[in-house]
């Protein structure tokens, strides 16, 4: 390699070009000195220079001012770094579980290829974020990291094929679950046995940090033949098995029909590759009808008697009781979130954060990690309303994003404030699982457990009648929205279906609405820059507004994670 | 006291060292950099030239370990 | 073979939705309800007082309105049923009995609630939701939501007798047809079948799609021609396969496959007699309500069923049909954008020429077949592949004679 071409590589890598306009201007030391300790204002920030190329790579981390680039590194990212090895000990069940971990790295594609590039996501989901909303943002970031750990430790520990074929530590002692199973089923044997949603991790959460390699699922499962048009989730969900790269972690199985046609046909193919006891818990379609609750809570009871028979342990309701009751306190807290969040700009929560973290812990169910973070989130949403902080404060449009988000591109709501002001206050999925449990009496905990996870994440929306999609109008208006971001999820038959209701519904209704098409994980489809192209079309000929910082409206992201 | 404060002010200063190398680390973006360009090429090699099982050749009608009929057949 | 009685006039009452016959039990006083899923028991909607019609768009193009409102990304079924009730196709129509079996037949059905399509007072559209598994929950699930969503509604808005009475001669007037369709179906089995799958689908069709009190005695007739009707000397197709799939209700499309020299002998879709035309059974002391519940949910083998069980039985049941129709092999015939179908579609077409011997051709089709001549060339291929092999096989045969 030649000089000139290190040089070159160099510049590529770390050198930030000025703006034309910052070229020929005087030196201003107190500007500088305020832009070190402060950080540049929103409009002059010019984010969009510091990407390596195509890459999402930084070319140097943001400056965020020295306070807030002081917390980034060392309450963020070193503190992760640090944590996440503490976690892989802790979880891994001992040294051993150092052990485990490599292997799995080595072994398991969604781990080795996807995992280690976690700090990137942060950086994705809070680029550009200052103050109270970078921590509290950052706080739920670290939630999701520490509980992914857990559960792929949970999986190494046991895996039969990273043991040679032989059952690992705890393997008897795990249940897996299709990863749109309620973690809340489960809660009468927590303590004897610990539900692993199978592919939570491998594919769902996998996704987020790194879009790249799921795509190696979805190929897999088209490659014997399926049509690329069902839905990408539930292609890549039996990708994995096409592909060999699911942890053979535990006995049996619980699946179920949330939230769609393509989930009930993947538990056909999950069934034949798995070959060990598999019980189906699907629930109702039409599930505000009052007489469809007893035959759900009929299949749940059925569920439990499979788990004590297979498993051979006990129904547990004291457990039951606690965990319910622990997981209302989270339950009460996103109330709490949700009221501020609608009422107030003092919202420390990014939309991605609020997004991911609820649909996170709601599906995962009670585990200490969401009261431990919780109670950081909480004291600094204390504090930003106590103070009236004003955590977004360039917000020019408050939206609500409704159906399922784009995987890849999770975070486009960071850049939508970053370039445009929009600010994502509330998302369909955070609107799941609704619902108080109630634990005085058997029957109303029954009752409750039932109707909560009907309303799980895509189906509480999707399917049981129109009211419930069209139901957007009035969260609007609760969350004070003057926007609309809609996904328009291209294989999602049951949203396709009523795309065109919708679009009277805006016409009618005088709302700004803009349809962002994804194909949930697969960035091939509809790319980030497609993505962001087209919210720049509307927030330039229908809005006339101008970008708060010029250089993110078109720059490429294509072979970022 | 003074070969304390001489251990103390050696470890301060490298814990300085450290902490101002991790800082760089972080700053220009290192870490990421280095997943990027040499890690997670490494991997994709590694994965893709793995030998994996055939899950499709299994036989459709293996009839071991099914659910316990009681809960989901017509009684 | 000799044209079969009627036939041409059951194939001119599937040229339109509001044929005929159902204007004639319109005069007569009935009540039309609009179905489209197997899951919505036709024997109930076929209660005195009111006549079945499950849904087609029969005669299509582009659904461009209807695309307009679900894409084109959705099943064109759905699109094509939804086009034609906004043309006004379907406005005879006095209630759309719905279940929310699969997401765009269900979308469309929501439509009719949610707009203002159906241009007839009376109308009105019920969900009923049907359950995922077989088992005796599922069951008095399913008869809960069939009393509620059908007979309720049925007596309080047209005053319909849903009495065990009413329901018992239901179910007799339903058997009495399924006993000739099952009879006609029959002649399917033989080693050289009397009928053609082209003839039988629209016979088949008809019965979906007519009163049944206007065509039984058409279906009678038929059934006696069938008793002394003799196939063709020489033989006018190269194979026999056994058609399976989603929703199918166009006649052209079995013919077309026979026009390719593959005689379509059993008929395992939506849409289709297999199942679909099994007798119900009530057991004794059993209500007639529960006896149309279960029988339902025994009987269907849509691929939305989940117990592992039953997932595992499918295909077996289809081998058995394939078997049982001496079919040389299996057409898997998916709608374009259905979920369970291409997922189901997938696996059969992996599993059958492996574990069971049986050849398949696996297509994806459209609602409006626009794309006869690729899937002639299909066709075509399929059926030298299994002549190839039946020769193969015979050769095989003969060479082990000889060796013995």
């Known amino acids: 390699m030649k000089l000139k071409d290190v040089k070159a590589k160099y510049r590529e890598l770390f050198v930030v070009e000025k703006a034309p306009e910052e070229k020929n201007k005087p030196k201003d030391l107190k500007k500088a000195a305020r832009d070190f300790w402060y950080g540049k204002p929103h409009e002059e920030r010019r984010l969009g220079d510091l990407y390596v190329g195509d890459t999402g790579l930084y070319k140097h981390r943001e400056w965020r001012g020295f306070m807030d680039t002081m917390y980034y590194f060392n309450m963020i990212w070193l503190y992760n770094y640090a944590h996440m090895v503490g976690d892989i000990v802790k979880y891994g069940d001992g040294p051993e579980g150092i052990v485990d971990f490599f292997k799995g790295t080595m072994r398991y594609r969604w781990m080795g290829q996807t995992y280690l590039t976690v700090m990137h996501w942060f950086d994705r989901g809070m680029e550009g974020m200052r103050g109270e909303a970078m921590k509290a943002s950052a706080w739920h970031y670290r939630g999701m990291v520490s509980e992914t750990i857990r559960q792929f430790q949970e999986m190494f520990i046991a895996d039969k094929k990273m043991h040679g074929g032989k059952e690992g530590k705890n393997w008897s002692k795990n249940i897996a679950h299709n990863e749109t199973v309620g973690g809340s089923f489960f809660y009468p044997f927590r303590g004897q046995l610990e539900d692993i949603p199978l592919e939570m991790i491998p594919y769902f959460v996998s996704v987020h940090v790194n879009s790249h390699t799921v795509l190696n699922y979805i190929d897999a499962a088209q490659s014997i033949g399926l049509p690329s048009d069902p839905c990408p989730m539930c292609q890549a969900e039996y990708g994995l098995f096409v592909h060999d790269d699911y942890p053979d972690f535990a006995p049996a199985m619980i699946t179920t029909n949330e939230a769609c046609d393509g989930s009930v046909a993947t538990s056909v193919l999950q069934d034949w590759f798995l070959n060990r006891p598999l019980y189906a818990l699907p629930q109702p379609m039409r599930y505000d009808d009052p007489l469809v609750q007893k035959n759900h809570q009929k299949e749940i009871e059925n569920a439990w008697k499979f788990i004590e028979e297979t498993y051979g342990v006990k129904f547990n309701w004291e457990e039951y009781k606690k965990t319910a009751e622990s997981f209302n306190k989270l339950t009460e807290f996103e109330w709490e979130k949700w009221d501020v969040a609608a009422n107030t700009p003092y919202y420390p929560i990014s939309g991605v954060a609020q997004a991911l973290y609820r649909i996170y812990y709601s599906q995962d169910g009670d585990r200490p990690i969401w009261h431990e973070m919780d109670e950081h989130v909480k004291r600094i949403m204390n504090k930003t309303v106590k103070n009236k902080i004003e955590t977004f404060p360039k917000t020019r449009h408050r939206a609500i994003a409704w159906s399922c988000a784009p995987l890849y591109y999770s975070h486009w709501c960071t850049w939508a404030y970053n370039c445009w002001g929009i600010n994502c206050v509330i998302n369909m999925d955070s609107l799941m699982f609704d619902q108080y449990l109630r634990t005085d009496t058997y029957e109303h905990a029954l009752e409750d457990l039932s109707w909560m996870n009907e309303k799980a994440p895509m189906r509480a929306m999707a399917v049981g009648g129109h009211e419930h999609i069209l139901s957007l109008f009035n969260y609007m208006e609760r969350f004070n929205c003057d926007m609309v971001i809609m996904y328009d999820q291209l294989q999602c038959k049951g949203m396709q279906g009523i795309h065109g209701v919708f679009e009277d519904e805006f016409r009618k209704r005088n709302i700004h609405a803009i349809w962002v098409p994804h194909a949930l994980p697969d960035k091939r489809t509809v790319s980030r820059k497609e993505i962001r192209q087209i919210i720049n079309d509307y927030m330039t000929t229908v809005m006339h507004e101008e970008p708060l910082d010029p250089t993110l409206v078109d720059f490429d992201d294509d072979k970022s994670w | ?75 | 073979m000799k044209d079969l009685v009627h036939i041409f006039e059951l194939e001119d009452l599937l040229q339109e939705a509001n044929n005929e016959l159902i204007r004639k039990a319109k005069k007569d006083g009935k009540r039309v309800l609009g179905y489209t899923c197997y899951f919505m028991p036709e024997v109930l909607l076929d209660l005195p007082g009111c006549v079945s019609c499950r849904l087609r768009a029969p005669r299509s193009s582009s659904p461009d309105m209807a695309t307009y409102y679900m894409s084109n990304r959705t099943c064109m079924y759905g699109r094509c049923l939804l086009e034609r009730a906004l043309e006004g196709g379907f406005n005879f129509l006095d209630a759309q009995m719905a279940t929310e079996t699969c997401t765009v037949t269900c979308r469309f059905q929501e439509h009719l609630q949610l707009m203002d399509i159906i241009q007839n007072p009376d109308f009105f559209c019920e969900f009923t939701d049907v359950p995922f598994k077989k088992n005796d929950n599922s069951i008095d699930h399913f008869e809960t939501q069939l009393q509620a969503h059908v007979l309720d509604k049925l007596n309080e808005k047209f005053g319909i007798d849903t009495s065990d009475e009413a329901l018992l001669t239901a179910i007799k007037e339903h058997n009495e047809v399924c006993r000739l369709v099952n009879e006609i179906g029959s002649y399917r089995r033989l080693d050289e079948p009397t009928i053609t799958g082209t003839e039988f689908s629209i016979i088949m069709l008809s019965t979906l799609v007519c009163p049944k009190y206007l065509i039984i005695d058409k279906l009678k007739d038929i059934a006696e021609q069938l008793k002394t009707r003799k196939p063709d000397e020489k033989k006018t197709y190269r194979c026999k396969v056994v058609l399976s799939g989603s929703e199918e209700d166009d006649p052209n499309f079995i013919k077309l496959i026979e026009e390719c020299g593959a005689l379509v002998v059993a008929d395992r879709h939506c849409y289709g007699s297999i199942p679909g035309r099994e007798e119900i059974v009530v057991k004794e002391g059993e209500k007639p309500l529960h006896a149309i519940a279960r029988h339902y949910l025994e009987t269907s083998q849509c691929p939305r069923f989940m117990d592992q069980h039953i997932m595992r039985d499918r295909k077996q049941f289809l081998a058995d049909v394939v078997k049982e129709y001496k079919a040389d092999g299996l057409i898997i015939s998916q709608m374009k954008f259905c979920e369970y179908w291409s997922y189901e579609r997938t696996i059969d077409t992996l599993i059958f020429p492996r574990d069971f011997g049986i050849p398949v051709c696996s297509i994806e089709k459209e609602y409006v077949n626009n794309a006869v001549g690729q899937l002639r060339t299909r066709f075509q291929a399929f059926v030298e592949s299994i002549e190839l092999k039946n020769i193969q096989n015979s050769k095989n045969n003969s060479d082990k004679e000889v060796t013995a």
Do not use: H
């Open chain 2, 1 to 75: 006291m003074k070969s304390f404060l001489k251990f103390f002010g050696k470890f301060i200063g490298f814990a300085a060292v450290v902490y101002g190398i991790l800082f760089a680390v972080f700053y220009w973006d290192l870490d990421g950099k280095f997943m990027y360009y040499i890690w997670e090429p490494m991997m994709i090699k590694r994965f893709d030239n793995m030998k994996r099982a055939d899950n499709t050749t299994i036989p459709y009608f293996q009839k071991e370990a099914v659910a316990p009929s009681e809960y989901t057949e017509i009684l």
